[in-house]
C-alpha cells in the first residue's frame, strides 16, 4: 500500500483547494481514512477521517463547516474539499487509512492508522 496525496498549492485567503489521496497499487480498501495536517513548529492535528463502514465522517472543530472528506470507492480514493481557507490551514497535509473501522475516540489519533502518504504542502496567503 502506498498513499499518494495530490492538489496542494498556494492560494489566497477564502479560496478553495481540493486534495486528493489514492492508492498508488489500487489494492488497498482501508476502512478508515483520514486527513491529518502538520503547521511548521505544531504537533501533527487531525482535521477529518471518514468511515467506510457506515459513511460516517469526522472534522476537527477548526475545519467544520468549511472541509468536506469524501471517498471513491470504485477508485479507492479519498478526498479533502477545502473550502473558505485561512491562512491558519497551511501546513503539509496528509492522508491516513487503517485496514479496520476505528473506533471515535481512536480515529482522530494518528498513531492508529496503519497507513500515511507523503503529504501535500498547502500554502495560504492572507
Known amino acids: 500500500v502506498q498513499l499518494v496525496e495530490s492538489g496542494g498549492g498556494l492560494v489566497q485567503a477564502g479560496g478553495s483547494l481540493r486534495l486528493s489521496c489514492a492508492d498508488s497499487g489500487r489494492t488497498f480498501s482501508g476502512q478508515t481514512m483520514a486527513w491529518f495536517r502538520q503547521a511548521p513548529g505544531k504537533e501533527r492535528e487531525f482535521v477529518a477521517a471518514l468511515r467506510r463502514s457506515d459513511g460516517n465522517r469526522y472534522y476537527s472543530d477548526s475545519v467544520k463547516g468549511r472541509f468536506t472528506i469524501s471517498r471513491d470507492n470504485v477508485e479507492n480514493s479519498v478526498y479533502l474539499q477545502m473550502n473558505r481557507l485561512k491562512p491558519a490551514d497551511t501546513a503539509i497535509y496528509y492522508c491516513?487509512?487503517?485496514?479496520?473501522?476505528?473506533?471515535?475516540?481512536?480515529?482522530?489519533?494518528?498513531?492508529?492508522?496503519?497507513?500515511w502518504g507523503q503529504g501535500t504542502q498547502v500554502t495560504v496567503s492572507s
Open positions: 491516513a487509512a487503517h485496514n479496520n473501522r476505528l473506533i471515535l475516540s481512536s480515529l482522530r489519533v494518528g498513531n492508529y492508522y496503519d497507513y
